[in-house]
């Protein structure tokens, strides 16, 4: 049986436990074109990903030190963002610029964060690379020490040891969307985080065999919250489409809902009218939100 998060002191205690516990229960699902092309990882496995991430960080004498997370929606996300944790590395949520309009912001959060790192696919390098003959700000990100992280060695995980960190320990850096000025930043810890599990679970109930299903962007609070934190400290499992393809085909996530048999799903107000007006009574026949 999984344990309740509420004893652990820290979110890679946590990990580790669930890891021990249940190593190959179904954790994480990404669907990666909205429907059947699915990733699937359980514990075991998003553990060995954050220790292989976490060693080459360690390597690199990072503890302590700030990582610009810059992904796609999916799996390796998350992989960075433990694999930051398992490190002593405060993660710092950001979204990679695919245009010109994206660099201020991501300026920005460097400028605030000091980060000393960046985290990302060789995918997302070779765009910022290609954008940055056009940016002229780009030379504070030539600056960092990057890692792509889906070019890890096999094997490096061996090498990971444990962080002195404690509760008080900051997590991660959760920043504004800066639509309004400049992004704003928040210092989480872990008992930020872990407390704030609890209260979630308090008031709504969740156990370990509720699903989850949505497709909220992991670098905002929400999404990072709903789809990753709360599934792990539950020990429940969790489906997630990319939000393009949501807001593409709306019907993906009621067709998700129905056919993972899921349970909870954490939206904006927006997306269920967006969805009202969206959705076609024909492309409900056959589902079952039960």
Not at 44 to 65: F, M, N, Y
Not at 81 to 93: S, T
Not at 125 to 142: F, N, P, Q, T
Not at 199 to 210: C, K, P, R, V, Y
Request: charge should be negative.
């Amino acid at each position: 049986m999984l344990r309740n998060a509420c004893q652990y002191q820290t979110l890679v205690e946590l990990l580790r436990v669930r890891m021990s516990d249940a190593p190959s229960k179904h954790a994480y699902t990404y669907l990666r074109d909205g429907e059947t092309d699915a990733l699937t990882w359980d514990y075991g496995e998003l553990d060995r990903r954050a220790r292989a991430i976490a060693a080459w960080l360690q390597s690199c004498g990072a503890a302590g030190e700030r990582a610009l997370l810059l992904y796609p929606p999916g799996l390796d996300y998350l992989a960075a963002f433990f694999g930051c944790l398992y490190a002593g590395v405060v993660a710092v949520p950001a979204y990679p610029p695919q245009r010109q309009r994206g660099w201020p912001r991501v300026r920005a959060i460097l400028a605030d964060s000091q980060a000393a790192y960046a985290l990302t696919t060789s995918g997302i390098a070779r765009v910022i690379d290609r954008l940055s003959v056009k940016e002229d700000g780009y030379g504070s990100l030539a600056t960092l020490q990057w890692l792509n992280t889906d070019n890890v060695p096999s094997g490096v995980d061996e090498d990971w040891s444990e962080p002195d960190i404690t509760a008080e320990t900051l997590a991660f850096l959760q920043y504004t969307s800066g639509s309004t000025g400049l992004p704003k930043g928040v210092m989480v810890s872990h008992a930020n985080l872990l407390h704030n599990q609890r209260l979630i679970q308090e008031a709504f109930g969740h156990t370990s065999q509720d699903v989850i299903v949505g497709w909220l962007p992991l670098y905002h609070d929400m999404g990072l919250i709903a789809a990753f934190h709360l599934p792990l400290a539950l020990g429940l499992s969790s489906v997630q489409l990319a939000p393009f393809e949501w807001i593409a085909a709306p019907i993906l996530w009621v067709e998700a809902l129905s056919s993972e048999a899921g349970t909870l799903s954490w939206l904006p107000n927006f997306a269920y009218s967006f969805m009202a007006e969206r959705l076609r009574e024909d492309e409900l026949e056959g589902l079952s939100l039960s």
